[in-house]
């Protein structure tokens, strides 16, 4: 032990129990459990409240199937701790134990405090010239957070999921701190947290947008990378988890804890809004071999993460520098403790997983069998919870859209990138966006999985706004102070005819119609919608897409939007109300193109003279009109659209004498859920670059 370290004192410690792992508060003491299968011993390392000064070290006394353990009955919750763990230096054989360094525990409930970079964070120290590295001595517990022992215990009332069948889902993707911190209706010390969240306004306008479900970026704890603080920025988004079972403590109040979280979810789920959480359990925020030792690393290298055939690095299929070691029991265990934990303890509705292709592999090679995807498969927990995949990873093989198993649905950027290069007016996109209009039953159908498995999006918190999608027609990442070289410069956007904001009337007319267009066919098309925090009022990044270190409003709600948004953030509501009250967009199984005469059912594709579409119409590349339509019981919907800058004439089907209700025209911005016109039989305009929806009955 250092010489300036805290002599372990006589504190009353028991042997206590190997389960459960991490710190259990039981009404009488503490118990703390930590799996190391490598570790030599364990020091429990107690803080004053304040998490400055460490008043002991106190070795854990006992190791039971790969647990070390010990019980304190002197320690109560509020008790600030965390570990330091002996064993090898030894890269070469994938051990990395250095107890200079304070680590966290993987269970904890809580953190205090923020990581503050310094050399000391890390386990080695560069020696030579040559880059030669060398065992580093220096403690790290001053620039450490430091994890809290937690009473569990909360009120929830009467608290009731919502239960909203996946079919019937609307997602609102959001960031907790950008959903607030630019509403001044709410306390200055609340914005940017849950409790924030949770305030009657914010939800009164997620119930009136008609969400189900709102999808928060990640809230499990995560902190800071230093070449983002070096540079002033910050890591907004969060994908960098170093706690799985602890919120992130920017998104508590001053002296708040679990507590506001629940309160979060209490209050949406008063409204009928489930939360979905984005976890990212297929890396942490510890990096490559030459990253930070925080946690896991310190705690059992070999065991936490996967190693290279040379142990002294990652297997990485993450692009983040590790990959979590999912075919270790223990770690596997941690990852199933954290889901259930969130679902039992906290009342969340589901998960969306990042990356979600890394968790599939067993091996190099993604498989729907895999440990974990089994794991979760026969969970009874978890079973009634929505799980979305992110289904791609940056390993070989990593684009696996459509091929989760049963139960899962998968984010779908293939619909995303066939919707924005069909209404741009690409050639030859008109054959591809047709499939996602019907839930990309291709790509989907099979193993009884149901539309609501596609989850559809234009935009996600990875890229161009909405508005900023008409907006640029390249990326503006300047501000990231990376030489505008990252994010994605595949956007698939059109500027209508000016980079960025212009006084031009004419570009801001078709701008907006072109915002209408995509909004009513994501909410049209067969799958589940999600919406972009902000998309609903015209929110930009002036023309950044890969906002993930930015602080400021350009990650923010605008909660102050001129009175055009206002405009289009009620048309907006006027689609989702439309989409909630008619079944044919709600279809629990896939309304293929072609009869169904067992259900009454049918879909249909016309080409704008009423004839149904060949196979060299839709091979014809400059094609960029299509009508759709659907058919169940005695209801009838055409979905029309001309991607094309020229107005067509339309044939309706039925003949003249059939009567259409108007329900939706996106080059007039109307929406009304009962058909505000009646249009007679025969041709029809359809304007250029816009969207028409008609409804008729059998007795029309």
């Not at 022992?149 to 993707?173: C, K, M, N, Q, S």
């Not at 989760?404 to 290069?421: I, K, Q, S, V």
Request: aromatic share 10%; hydrophobic share 35%.
């Amino acid at each position: 032990m250092d010489k300036a370290a805290p002599a372990t004192l006589s504190r009353r410690v028991h042997a206590g129990s190997d389960v459960p792992l991490g710190a259990s508060w039981d009404g009488s003491g503490t118990n703390f459990a930590l799996f190391s299968a490598h570790a030599e011993r364990v020091e429990l390392c107690l803080f004053d409240n304040r998490g400055r000064r460490e008043l002991e070290r106190i070795e854990l006394p006992e190791f039971t199937h790969q647990v070390w353990h010990g019980y304190l009955p002197d320690v109560r919750p509020g008790q600030l701790y965390g570990y330091r763990v002996h064993g090898p230096y030894a890269p070469e054989a994938g051990h990395r134990f250095n107890p200079n360094k304070l680590l966290l525990d993987p269970y904890a409930l809580q953190h205090v405090g923020n990581l503050r970079w310094h050399e000391a964070l890390f386990g080695y120290k560069i020696g030579n010239a040559q880059g030669d590295l060398s065992f580093d001595r220096r403690d790290s517990s001053f620039v450490m957070p430091k994890c809290v022992v937690v009473d569990p215990a909360h009120t929830w009332g009467g608290d009731v999921r919502p239960d909203v069948p996946f079919g019937r889902t609307l997602i609102y993707e959001a960031h907790v701190g950008g959903m607030t911190m630019g509403c001044e209706m709410i306390d200055e010390p609340l914005r940017g947290t849950f409790e924030g969240l949770a305030d009657p306004r914010v939800i009164d306008h997620l119930v009136k947008l008609g969400v189900t479900a709102i999808e928060l970026l990640p809230v499990q704890a995560f902190y800071d990378e230093g070449h983002l603080t070096d540079r002033g920025l910050v890591n907004w988004w969060g994908y960098s988890t170093i706690g799985f079972f602890a919120p992130a403590p920017r998104y508590l109040t001053h002296d708040g804890g679990l507590h506001e979280f629940k309160l979060m979810v209490r209050r949406l789920h008063e409204a009928g809004i489930e939360v979905i959480m984005d976890v990212v359990y297929n890396h942490t925020a510890e990096g490559s071999e030459l990253g930070p030792t925080l946690s896991f690393r310190g705690i059992d290298n070999a065991s936490y993460y996967r190693l290279s055939e040379d142990p002294r690095y990652y297997y990485d299929t993450t692009g983040c520098g590790n990959s979590l070691n999912l075919r270790n029991s223990r770690v596997l265990q941690m990852v199933m403790d954290s889901l259930r934990y969130w679902v039992e303890e906290c009342h969340v509705d589901g998960f969306r997983f990042d990356l979600a292709t890394t968790l599939g592999r067993d091996g190099e090679t993604y498989s729907e069998h895999a440990i974990f995807l089994e794991a979760v498969r026969q969970d009874p927990v978890l079973a009634g919870v929505k799980l979305i995949a992110e289904p791609w990873d940056t390993g070989p093989g990593g684009y696996q859209l459509g091929n989760f198993p049963p139960g899962w649905a998968e984010w779908n950027d293939r619909y995303r990138d066939t919707l924005r290069g069909f209404w741009r007016g690409d050639p030859g996109a008109l054959k591809h966006v047709a499939g996602g209009l019907l839930g990309s039953a291709a790509t989907f159908a099979h193993d009884g999985r149901r539309p609501w498995a596609s989850v559809n999006f234009v935009t996600a918190h990875d890229g161009f706004t909405l508005k900023d999608l008409v907006s640029y027609n390249d990326k503006h990442n300047e501000a990231n102070q990376e030489g505008n070289a990252d994010g994605h410069s595949h956007n698939l956007s059109w500027n209508c005819g000016a980079e960025g904001p212009t006084d031009d009337p004419a570009i801001n007319a078709l701008r907006d119609r072109q915002r209408r267009n995509m909004m009513a066919t994501l909410l049209f098309s067969q799958g589940t919608p999600m919406i972009l925090m902000g998309d609903e009022r015209g929110r930009t990044q002036n023309g950044n897409n890969n906002s993930y270190c930015q602080p400021g409003a350009i990650n923010w709600q605008d909660w102050t939007p001129p009175d055009d948004e206002l405009e289009f953030e009620d048309f907006v509501r006027r689609l989702v109300r439309l989409r909630a009250g008619r079944g044919l967009f709600l279809a629990e199984r896939f309304l293929h193109a072609g009869p169904d005469a067992r259900h009454n059912r049918f879909a249909k594709w016309l080409r704008p003279d009423g004839e149904e579409m060949t196979a060299e119409d839709w091979d014809n590349g400059e094609s960029r009109a299509v009508g759709l339509l659907m058919h169940e019981g005695t209801t009838f919907l055409l979905m029309a659209m001309n991607a094309s800058d020229v107005d067509l004439d339309f044939a309706l089907p039925g003949g003249e004498d059939r009567r259409w209700s108007l329900l939706v025209d996106t080059a007039r911005g109307i929406a009304e859920d009962t058909g505000c016109w009646h249009v007679h039989g025969g041709d029809t305009i359809l304007p250029a670059r816009s969207l028409l929806l008609l409804e008729t009955g059998l007795d029309h």
